[in-house]
């Protein structure tokens, strides 16, 4: 469960970022997976991966904070693929991970590639229009996350 205010800098982070994915640019969903699904034409079982969650750039395990400045929306997916590792990669290596293989359409699974209908270049621009945004660059002292 999380505090009041790391549900608000998510929140506010995904407002932010247009309800998009920081690392795979895909659309995510807040508040109820069954309307997002049929929006979408996916499984609800599918459509629980594009939960909204908060990202710390800088886990708080490292000295990351609960800031704005410290915290993305990011699906649920990637944040717990990131997480799973033995040593996370920093957000900026995993998004360019996350965007090769998207680039190749082997990130997510095929329904929801083609869902989304994400091109090569609508991901390229998407990303960059997320990453323009002043909060989501992530502090570069730490490869770690939380």
């Not at 609800?44 to 886990?59: G, I, N, P, S, Y």
């Not at 090569?120 to 990453?131: C, L, N, Q, V, Y």
């Amino acid at each position: 469960m999380c505090s009041k205010s790391l549900r608000r800098h998510r929140h506010r982070a995904a407002r932010r970022q247009d309800y998009r994915c920081w690392y795979c640019t895909f659309p995510m969903w807040d508040d109820d997976p069954a309307t997002f699904a049929q929006r979408h034409s996916l499984s609800v079982r599918l459509a629980r991966r594009f939960r909204c969650t908060a990202e710390h750039l800088q886990a708080r395990s490292t000295g990351g904070t609960d800031t704005p400045d410290n915290i993305v929306a990011a699906c649920a997916h990637c944040n717990s693929t990131r997480h799973k590792r033995k040593s996370p990669p920093s957000p900026e290596v995993f998004r360019m991970q996350v965007a090769r293989r998207m680039e190749r359409g082997c990130w997510h699974p095929v329904p929801a590639h083609s869902a989304f209908a994400v091109s090569r270049e609508a991901t390229s621009m998407k990303a960059a229009a997320i990453a323009a945004t002043g909060a989501a660059a992530p502090p570069r002292e730490t490869a770690e996350q939380g």
